[in-house]
């Protein structure tokens, strides 16, 4: 069966990094387009960015791109997620997920979802 499970979340202080990762299995890692997408308390899933199955394109809001890197390793069928200068703003839980295309993730229609990992950033 498909799955998508993401690990590395926890609780980091103002300015720490950590990097997430996404092992996938039951689908064809390589053909897909990747994403990691995030929701905190009383807000809407946002897109943190995207990558297409090459690895070669990416896709950022103008908000992640200073901070967040998405890169992605076919051979081992995990997508990495590396946050520097983390802020408490960037509480949530962070979700990967697949699609055909990096054109379906920047629009949130992909195919297929994990279950997320806690993200917490203290002051």
């Known amino acids: 069966q498909v799955q998508l499970v993401e690990t590395g979340g926890g609780l980091v202080q103002a300015g720490g990094s950590l990097r997430l990762s996404c092992v996938a299995s039951?689908?064809?890692?390589?053909?897909?387009?990747m994403g990691w997408f995030r929701q905190a308390p009383g807000k809407e899933r946002e897109l943190v960015g995207g990558?297409?199955?090459?690895?070669?394109?990416?896709e950022y809001p103008d908000s992640m791109k200073s901070r967040f890197t998405i890169s992605r390793d076919n051979d081992k069928n995990t997508l990495y997620l590396q946050m520097n200068s983390l802020k408490p703003e960037d509480t949530a839980v962070y979700y990967c997920?697949?699609?055909?295309?990096?054109?379906?993730?920047?629009?949130?229609?992909?195919?297929?979802w994990g279950q997320g990992t806690q993200v917490t950033v203290s002051s």
């Open positions: 997920a697949a699609a055909q295309t990096l054109h379906n993730i920047v629009e949130m229609t992909a195919d297929y």
């Open positions: 990558t297409k199955w090459s690895g070669l394109s990416t």
């Open positions: 039951g689908f064809t890692f390589s053909n897909y387009a």
